[in-house]
Structures are given as structure tokens and as C-alpha cells.
């Protein structure tokens, strides 16, 4: 498996340095679908792109950067749009559909959805916020544990407003002790930080080699991440001043990308990710949590997932009202973390 991860990744720096680090231009081609995408669901495309081109002939070109970062692409390209495909995490995909980068698409199997989903985009896995922490790091168990003056330097999490995870850390803050408490405690949190990082994905390796001990993630590409590159660090889930657990409701959302150069391509790609085909996958190949309700696996990734959220509660922003209070809420919080 580790194999497969490293060919992809390897196609995707061809990719990224063939277009100067703007993305993936497209190829024009009919049988040819370009997909951006936040990182995190490596191992599931593998398998079904390759199942996709098997049964279609249509070959899958794919981007992979930050949450924020695909859609800045988008934004950059949108005179002249070069992706199919969208799949990124709220509300980076609500941004992108209200600033006009994706069209309207009902994909067949939307209406088994239960969660984030409008006419223009809908969930294809669900997923969670977490943290991992190295054994370094001894045993953390709130959010308080993480301003002993012992994690100086070695406490890092991606970025509000640029990456989905990021985001996720200042709203789950903000859901906890309000508005102005989560700026206070990040604040705080600042003199252990190491500092900004666009991507949550290349927290990991850090945690792993213990250059840092905490940082922020999500529950399937940590998870992944522990099995497939065997990481040196576990998930866990910081408690509040009341001992309770709390995560975030974080699910990859995909949308047809608006003036797509395939768009029947991007059609294509999407019904099949949301088929019952590909959700039975999601867990075996990649730790998700299929999107449609109508779809339980039995492997044991699945009941990995489950037993790592037993006990957590799972809250699930109003998406819209975050989107509004973004610009405001980022500007805040980099106030409050430089002082």
C-alpha cells in the first residue's frame, strides 16, 4: 500500500511542477477527468480511479494541496477553469460555490446523504477532527495540558482559513468556550506553537519523527496514516474544562466544477464515487466513514473508526454561518496569535 501511495504521490509532484504550481491544466481531452482535491484520501482514489478508468476508459488526472488552497486554484484559473472535480472540506467548499466556481449537479445517491449537501455540492466521505500526539508527548488529555510549558515548540496545528483541519481547531474552540474564549486560549496556546502550516497532512510525518509532539488531523487520514506508513503517534480526541469530548463533523465534499472542460467527465466521476460501489470502499482502502446512510461496511477500518470516536461527541457546524463569519473570525485570530 505504501507503494501505491508513493506512485501517486509521485504523479502528483509531476503534475503540480508541470503547471508551475498553479494546477493541473487540463488536457482538453474527452477521456481525461482533472480532479482537485484536499490531501487526505490518497489510498481510496488509487483504487477507485484505476476502477473508474477500468470500467470507463476515462483516465483521472488529480491535484492534491490544502483544503484552501484547491480552491484558490479555482479562483486563480476561474477565466479559464482547468478542474472537472472539486473535493474539499467545509467551508472551503461553500466558499467555492458562492464566489461561482462549481455548477449545479444532483448526483444520483445524494438524496441517501444525511449530511453537508446543496445543488452544487455533496458529500462523498465523512470524516472527523481529531489530534495525534507522539509518545513523547506522554499522555495529553485536554486542551489545558496543551500550555504546560513542556510542549514549547512542539505543538502544531495547520492554519485557520487556509486549511479545512485548521479551521475546524478555531471553530471547535469557539464552540467550546465562545468567540472571544477561543482567541484568549489560542493566544495562550502561541507560545508553544511552532508556527503556521497550509496543509494538515504534513503535520504527520513531523508528529511521527517527533520533531513536534501534538498537532491536528483527521480521523481517516490519521488513522491511514498509522496503518499504511506506520506513524509513531495516536489519536486523540482533547477534553474541556467538563471532561467532555468533542469533534467536528469534517467530510471531503465534491462538486462539478463550474465551465469544466469535461464536465460529462466530472458527471461521471462523481456518480461513481457516490455509487454504492465506491462508498462500500471507503473505510477498507482509506479509514472514512462512507457518506450515504444507506451504506454500512463490516471491515475492520470501519469498526476502527468506530471505536476511536466511541464516547466523543460530534458536532456539526452551521457551514452557512461559518462561511459569514470567516474573513471576520480569521482576521481575529491572527490578531490574537501575533500578539
Known sequence: MKVLRTLLAATLLTVLAACGGTG???????????VYTADG?????????????????????????????VVSRMQKEKSNPQADVLVTLPPFIQKAAADGLLQPYAVPGADQVNGVKADNYVAV????????ANPKAGSPKTFDDLLDPRFKG?????????AGDGTAVLLLLQHLLGKQGALDYLG?????????????????????????????????MNLASIATDKSAFSVFFPAAKD??????????????????????GGKQLMDY??????????SADAFGIPARADVKPADANYQAVEKAVDGVEIWQPD?????????ADVAAYTKAVQG
Do not use: C, H
Open 24 to 34: 493541473a491544466a487540463s488536457t482538453g481531452d474527452a477521456k481525461t477527468v482533472t
Open 41 to 69: 484520501l490518497a489510498d481510496w482514489y488509487q483504487t477507485r480511479f484505476a476502477a473508474f478508468t477500468a470500467k470507463t476508459g476515462t483516465k483521472v488526472q488529480v491535484v492534491e494541496a490544502g483544503s484552501g488552497e
Open 125 to 132: 466521505v465523512e470524516n472527523y477532527l481529531s489530534f495525534v
Open 154 to 162: 512542539k505543538v502544531q496545528y495547520s492554519t485557520p482559513g487556509q
Open 188 to 220: 495562550k496556546l502561541e507560545a508553544n506553537n511552532v508556527g503556521p502550516s497550509a496543509s494538515t497532512g504534513k503535520l504527520q510525518p513531523k508528529a511521527s519523527k517527533g520533531e513536534i509532539w501534538v498537532a491536528n488531523g483527521d480521523v481517516q
Open 243 to 264: 471532561g467532555k469530548r468533542t469533534a467536528v463533523s469534517l467530510p471531503y465534499v465534491m462538486g462539478l466544477g463550474a465551465g469544466a472542460p469535461n464536465v460529462d
Open 273 to 282: 464515487l457516490l455509487s454504492t460501489e465506491a462508498q462500500q470502499t471507503v
Open 319 to 327: 457551514w452557512s454561518k461559518v462561511l459569514g463569519d470567516l474573513d
